[in-house]
């Protein structure tokens, strides 16, 4: 079903729709603000299946599901600064993008911070340094965000409209907030090889762990199949780890998403989000 506002003016065989008389825009949509205290910034996270419209018509999902990832990896790089002198003028970097400044603004940044905010309530104890303007470790120039964290980490956020503004420092995670808003592979290519920090976190065998991660839903012609996924047989290039089929096999994904989703998301939404009836 297709609904089709403000269509007065678009020939049809048919007799033509009668012209709008409604004067409230079809671009705005009300919302309720309930106080909840002083706090040092402020930020927008919504409810239900927290996806919302950009003002060019971007569907806006999966942020959340990035945002847990970053707090879960940065706790993974807990420990590297002993035995080093350099921790403190030199932290490490996992770097967080998206193709567009307001994308970020909008999105990705609240969900982040919001994302420390409940691991700081899990784990009983900060994780953030006592930096910054307002002592939480936040630095929030436009161009220049980032996110001084407890244990010698930086999370810094930038956005990447074109190949140039790719990654330029060396950083030990690369995390892409809706991939599918980038046009050019140039710019995730050129950044996957700044990925190199030899600082960052171990695994047991003495390799460092792989701290890159994307989300998005992907046009199957889209580049970044191609990047991650072998165009003969269809599965993921060696180590690589693709969810695409189904939320219900997304292990970031907290319980409390699903409960949203089952109470305030369409069946569409259902059918396609959580059970992987993907086009």
Same mark, same amino acid.
């Given at each position: 079903?297709?609904?089709?506002?403000?269509?007065?003016?678009?020939?049809?065989?048919?007799?033509?729709?009668?012209?709008?008389?409604?004067?409230?825009?079809?671009?705005?949509?009300?919302?309720?603000?309930?106080?909840?205290?002083?706090?040092?910034?402020?930020?927008?996270?919504?409810?239900?299946?927290?996806?919302?419209?950009?003002?060019?018509?971007?569907?806006?999902?999966?942020?959340?599901?990035?945002?847990?990832?970053?707090?879960?990896?940065?706790?993974?790089?807990?420990?590297?600064?002993?035995?080093?002198?350099?921790?403190?003028?030199?932290?490490?970097?996992?770097?967080?993008?998206?193709?567009?400044?307001?994308?970020?603004?909008?999105?990705?940044?609240?969900?982040?911070?919001?994302?420390?905010?409940?691991?700081?309530?899990?784990?009983? !104890? =900060?994780?953030?340094? $006592?930096?910054?303007?307002? /002592?939480? *470790?936040?630095?929030? +120039?436009?161009?220049?965000?980032?996110?001084?964290?407890?244990?010698?980490?930086?999370?810094?956020?930038?956005?990447?409209?074109?190949?140039?503004?790719?990654?330029?420092?060396?950083?030990?995670?690369?995390?892409?907030?809706?991939?599918?808003?980038?046009?050019?592979?140039?710019?995730? !290519? =050129?950044?996957?090889? $700044?990925?190199?920090?030899? /600082?960052? *976190?171990?695994?047991? +065998?003495?390799?460092?762990?792989?701290?890159?991660?994307?989300?998005?839903?992907?046009?199957?012609?889209?580049?970044?199949?191609?990047?991650?996924?072998?165009?003969?047989?269809?599965?993921?290039?060696?180590?690589?780890?693709?969810?695409?089929?189904?939320?219900?096999?997304?292990?970031?994904?907290?319980?409390?998403?699903?409960?949203?989703?089952? /109470?305030?998301?369409?069946?569409?939404?259902?059918?396609?989000?959580?059970?992987?009836?993907?086009?």
């Amino acid at each position: 079903r297709v609904s089709i506002s403000g269509a007065s003016a678009i020939p049809a065989r048919l007799r033509p729709p009668a012209p709008r008389k409604q004067a409230k825009s079809v671009l705005h949509t009300g919302f309720h603000v309930e106080y909840s205290g002083h706090a040092p910034w402020v930020g927008f996270v919504l409810d239900g299946d927290q996806r919302f419209l950009l003002g060019d018509f971007t569907v806006t999902h999966n942020s959340k599901v990035l945002a847990e990832r970053i707090v879960k990896d940065h706790s993974m790089h807990d420990g590297w600064w002993k035995d080093r002198i350099e921790f403190n003028t030199q932290p490490l970097i996992l770097m967080v993008g998206a193709a567009h400044e307001a994308y970020l603004a909008e999105n990705t940044v609240p969900l982040l911070r919001a994302a420390i905010d409940s691991a700081e309530d899990r784990a009983g !104890r =900060r994780l953030r340094k $006592r930096t910054g303007r307002n /002592r939480d *470790g936040w630095y929030g +120039s436009v161009g220049h965000r980032y996110q001084d964290m407890a244990n010698c980490t930086q999370i810094h956020i930038k956005s990447f409209p074109t190949k140039e503004n790719a990654v330029a420092v060396t950083v030990a995670g690369l995390y892409f907030d809706e991939i599918t808003m980038f046009s050019d592979p140039e710019i995730w !290519r =050129r950044s996957l090889q $700044r990925v190199r920090d030899p /600082r960052a *976190g171990k695994r047991p +065998s003495g390799k460092t762990w792989d701290f890159v991660a994307c989300v998005g839903t992907p046009e199957e012609d889209h580049w970044i199949r191609d990047a991650l996924m072998d165009a003969e047989t269809g599965e993921p290039f060696p180590g690589v780890n693709i969810i695409m089929d189904s939320s219900l096999n997304n292990p970031l994904l907290p319980d409390s998403w699903f409960i949203n989703a089952g /109470r305030h998301s369409s069946e569409i939404f259902k059918r396609m989000q959580i059970m992987g009836e993907w086009v």
